[in-house]
């Protein structure tokens, strides 16, 4: 079972907590949802090592290969600073820092 269906389970079971009037079966629902939530985070751990050592793979095989393009990009990403910001972090941010977005313009032209 992958880790999207147990999300979905577990999702479900938190449902079910809600619906749950006899305080019984909230308390049998929660222990189920407990249950479920411990399985999706070491589901996802699991995915998480599984790409790290694929990335760390990807990394042994271009620097193999002298690919620098592909070493420089997946060690990035190893780093955890792949991230691009998305139109509104960088809308977000330039209102943050009083309109100026880095770029050289005056108003007063």
């Known amino acids: 079972m992958g880790t999207l269906e147990k999300i979905l389970k577990r999702k479900?079971?938190?449902?079910?907590?809600s619906n749950s009037r006899a305080r019984a079966e909230k308390v049998n629902s929660q222990a189920?949802?407990?249950k479920a939530n411990k399985?999706?985070?070491?589901?996802?751990?699991?995915?998480?090592?599984?790409?790290v050592e694929?990335?760390?793979t990807t990394v042994e095989k271009a620097a193999?290969?002298?690919?620098?393009?592909?070493?420089?990009?997946?060690?990035?990403?190893?780093?955890?600073?792949?991230?691009?910001l998305t139109k509104k972090e960088r809308k977000s941010r330039r209102f943050k820092n009083g309109g100026n977005?880095?770029?050289?313009?005056?108003r007063n032209c």
């Open 54 to 56: 694929e990335l760390a």
């Open 12 to 17: 479900k079971k938190k449902i079910a907590i």
């Open 64 to 84: 193999r290969e002298e690919n620098m393009k592909q070493l420089y990009d997946t060690t990035k990403k190893l780093a955890g600073r792949d991230q691009s």
């Open 101 to 106: 977005d880095g770029q050289n313009t005056s």
């Open 39 to 51: 399985k999706v985070t070491m589901g996802i751990r699991i995915d998480d090592q599984k790409y």
């Open 32 to 34: 189920e949802h407990t």
